[in-house]
Nanobody, 121 residues
């Protein structure tokens, strides 16, 4: 079973920075698109950023210019660098990845359990 584990969340002041990491482990053959979603209290879950195997990225408008998604395929890890954080960025952040298992030839999407990011003074 493939497992995704997020890390790097915590409490940060407005205007500060934080970097989230998500490492995938298991019988992995390859990973296609990876990304980050978030869900704030009382709000719907939304896509924050995605990155394809080829390095193409996409961001929700509210984080453009502030967040950067990247990946390290040698480590099966995706990162989210968050700068100029705002209180409205407060949410549980979930990583996701489209993974092909070594035992098969199709991809499936897996999600991490989430990490809390709180932006407050």
């Amino acid at each position: 079973q493939v497992q995704l584990v997020e890390s790097g969340g915590g409490l940060v002041q407005p205007g500060g920075s934080l970097r989230l990491s998500c490492a995938a482990s298991g019988s992995i053959f390859s990973i296609n698109t990876m990304g980050w979603d978030r869900q704030a209290p009382g709000k719907q879950r939304e896509m924050v950023a995605t990155i394809t195997k080829g390095g193409s990225t996409n961001y929700v408008d509210s984080v453009k210019g502030r967040f950067t998604i990247s990946r390290d395929d040698a480590k099966n890890t995706v990162y989210l660098q968050m700068n100029s954080l705002k209180p409205e960025d407060t949410a549980v952040y979930y990583c996701n990845a489209d993974i092909r298992y070594s035992t098969g030839n199709t991809y499936r999407t897996d999600w991490g359990r989430g990490t809390q990011v709180t932006v407050s003074s």
